[in-house]
């Protein structure tokens, strides 16, 4: 029997009814109801109980039921962006690397739950397309979007098209391997690029050179009592902007990482935009304006050709539940939620 918390609605409808919004990250399950122009009227989240997929899945279910239950009005359907890998179809979440899903049929499991019509996907995939429809890539034939944050997640917007490769998995270059036997990776390799310029990665390279060089980290070692292995992405985030010369020398370092990958992705893609969203891009310029100069020395060509534009994502920490209530609603107008 369908919940009667959000009714069923006709197709004909979609564009101008609001829809529901979801993003699953590491750490929490936000949701949101959002209008067709992108405007999100309400807000509701849960922590995210990584280690357990029945129990993530209850998360999900409780935001949508606590956002229906205020919302009073008709909602075209449930979007779901959730860290992981999805099969081309968004039913299976072929494997996720900060939380349980392994070849497990989400979609399934939310729509015998939810009884209403769902989109199931990547939420980088869900931001890209937020920044696309509303956002820092309007309006581009081929933009780039990539999320930082616990790791690195991207998107593919090519003629106003979400594109997902033959099996689903496009967009994951977080793992792209820049760094011979490099760090370990949760995905099982080594060297991959979210381990040089994530959040992860600032945090994890500020506890080396604290361990290693504990005069010289001082002032990020005063942060937390001294212990080296609490310090974390945020606190180096946060003594930059106070202006600790280390701490802003490890941004530098995180930027021209990123500026690397995205000289690599040019190589392939050529994209007009590429839009840096995520929790590391309210850094903005502390890590922008390093990746723009490393992009300048290692873009294939230079000199000789036109490099992409670097931006900040406009919507912040909402893109990824605004692009997936814009997705249900694209996919309900077109008849294939």
Known sequence: MRDALIPPVPDAGAATLPALGIDIGGTKVAGGIVAPDGTILDTARRATPGRSVEATEDAI?????????????????????????????????????????????????????????????????????????????????????????????????????????????A????????????????????????????GNALGQT????????????????DRVDGEADRLTGEHVATAAAAGDPLAVELLCEVGAWLGQGIADLAAVLDPEVVVIGGGVSVLGEMVLAPARERLERALPGRGFRPGPRVVVAQLGAQAGLVGAADLVRSAVGEGSA
């Open 206 to 221: 500020a506890r080396e050179v604290a361990r290693s060089s504990p005069a010289a980290a001082a002032l990020l070692l």
């Open 61 to 169: 279910v409780a935001v949508v039921q606590e956002l229906a239950g205020r919302s009073g009005e008709q909602l075209v359907g449930v979007g779901v962006g959730a860290a992981g890998w999805f099969d081309r179809t968004g039913d299976t979440v072929l494997f996720s690397p900060h939380l349980a899903w392994r070849n497990h049929s989400l979609r399934k499991d939310l729509e015998g739950r939810l009884q209403r019509p769902l989109w199931v996907g990547n939420d980088a995939d869900a931001a890209a397309w937020a920044e696309y429809r509303y956002g820092a890539a309007r309006g581009s034939d081929l933009a780039l979007v990539i999320t930082l944050g616990t790791g690195i997640g991207g998107g593919i917007v090519l003629g106003g098209r979400l594109q997902r490769g033959a099996h689903g998995v």
């Open 171 to 198: 967009g994951e270059w977080g793992h792209m391997r820049v760094v011979p036997d490099g760090r370990l990776c949760a995905c099982g390799n080594r060297g991959c690029w979210e381990q040089y310029a994530s």
